[in-house]
């Protein structure tokens, strides 16, 4: 079965760090563009990240800029989000999702991806 598992999430610290990983089980990324979303409680889902397949660039949005770095994993079906300087704001399950490239889209809608894991809670909290 296809699909991609998400772990990492956790309680944390406002300031604090997390790494999430994304496991892509029966295939793997090579060829696929790797985004991040996350949904805030009582909030739409909202894209974060995506590496590009094509050209490795990686996007951000601006909430999150310059504190998460996004990267592929050594393997090629592991996938990362390197979260610091965590806000209460950041709380949320995030997701990754996988799908075929898009190289002028820098931060692709929903639609966009095939494949999606379950998420992972993170909650920033005091």
């Known amino acids: 079965q296809l699909r991609l598992v998400e772990s990492g999430g956790g309680l944390v610290q406002p300031g604090g760090s997390l790494t999430l990983s994304c496991a892509a089980n029966?295939?793997?990324?090579?060829?696929?563009?790797i985004a991040w979303f996350r949904q805030a409680p009582g909030k739409e889902r909202e894209g974060v990240s995506r590496?590009?397949?094509?050209?490795?660039?990686?996007n951000y949005a601006d909430s999150v800029a310059g504190r998460f770095t996004a990267t592929r994993g050594s393997a090629q079906n592991m996938a990362y989000l390197h979260m610091t300087g965590l806000k209460p704001e950041d709380t949320g399950i995030y997701y990754c999702?996988?799908?075929?490239?898009?190289?002028?889209?820098?931060?692709?809608?929903?639609?966009?991806?095939?494949?999606w894991g379950q998420g992972t809670q993170v909650t920033v909290v005091s």
């Open positions: 029966g295939f793997t990324f090579d060829a696929l563009t």
């Open positions: 999702a996988a799908g075929p490239p898009r190289p002028y889209d820098p931060l692709p809608p929903e639609s966009a991806y095939e494949y």
């Open positions: 590496i590009s397949s094509i050209t490795g660039t990686t």
